[in-house]
């Protein structure tokens, strides 16, 4: 059993800056492809990054792309999201997930293992 656990999300103003950090605990973490998700109100979940196991390659959706980094840990079980110049649209629940799968994907259904999120907002 694979268990994902997201902390760091918050109340930040416009320009701000935080770090989502997801630990995982269970299985093999570095053999994983890991990635972010973010669900706003009333709109469906939306990818925004993803790294592959050894964090040599990552994949960023183009609305936060220059804006958010992601990585790893491998040693730490751990992946993270450094998010800065944060915009009011940005505001979201925050989702970690990993997949077992052998490419990285920006498609939900390819993940199998999920966090239960956390809830980022700015303030304009």
């Known amino acids: 059993q694979v268990q994902l656990v997201e902390s760091g999300g918050g109340l930040v103003q416009a320009g701000g800056s935080l770090r989502l950090s997801c630990a995982v605990s269970?299985?093999?973490?570095?053999?994983?492809?890991m990635g972010w998700f973010r669900q706003a109100p009333g709109a469906g979940r939306e990818f925004v990054a993803a790294i592959i196991w050894s964090g040599a390659r990552t994949y960023t959706a183009d609305s936060v792309k220059g804006r958010f980094t992601i990585s790893r840990d491998n040693a730490k079980n751990t992946v993270y999201l450094q998010m800065n110049s944060l915009k009011p649209e940005d505001t979201a629940v925050y989702y970690c997930a990993a997949t077992g799968g052998g490419r990285i994907s920006s498609s939900p259904s390819e993940y199998t293992y999920w966090g239960q999120g956390t809830q980022v907002t700015v303030s304009s």
């Open positions: 269970g299985r093999t973490f570095s053999s994983y492809i």
